[in-house]
């Protein structure tokens, strides 16, 4: 997948960049993906995993419009394997795609039901 990254700015090479705080914005599908790459913490680990390796990293995608989020989601990463963090950020960015549309559908729908409840109310 061809990435199209806009913040911290594009990058010059097939991968992409973070800026210092481990961010970078993506447009995706239509929609402007923001995604965080921060180390993992034993919360992000399965139970069965007692002690966090030192390459292990989350990225987080995250979707917001009109000033509320859609959504949210994270991908475990090993930052010493490109091929791995390229694969987190494709998987990131499709999944934040699929979860927004599905919340904007939820969100239409619920509209869509109230409109329909208050003409019934008031007629």
Do not use: W
Not at 3 to 27: E, S, T
Not at 43 to 63: C, H, K, L, N, Y
Not at 78 to 95: F, I, V, Y
């Amino acid at each position: 997948m061809p990435f199209h990254q806009i913040h911290p700015y594009p990058a010059c090479d097939p991968g992409f960049r973070l800026d210092i705080d481990g961010r970078a914005r993506f447009l995706h599908a239509g929609f402007t993906v923001d995604i965080q790459v921060r180390p993992a913490t034993h919360e992000d680990m399965p139970p069965s995993v007692s002690e966090v390796p030192s390459f292990a990293v989350m990225m987080i995608g995250t979707i917001t419009m009109e000033g509320a989020v859609l959504c949210e989601v994270s991908e475990a990463a090993n930052e010493r394997e490109p091929a791995r963090m390229r694969e987190a950020l494709e998987s990131a960015l499709s999944r934040a795609v699929e979860e927004a549309r599905r919340a904007v559908e939820k969100m239409v729908k619920r509209i869509e039901q109230i409109d329909r409840e208050q003409r019934s109310a008031s007629g």
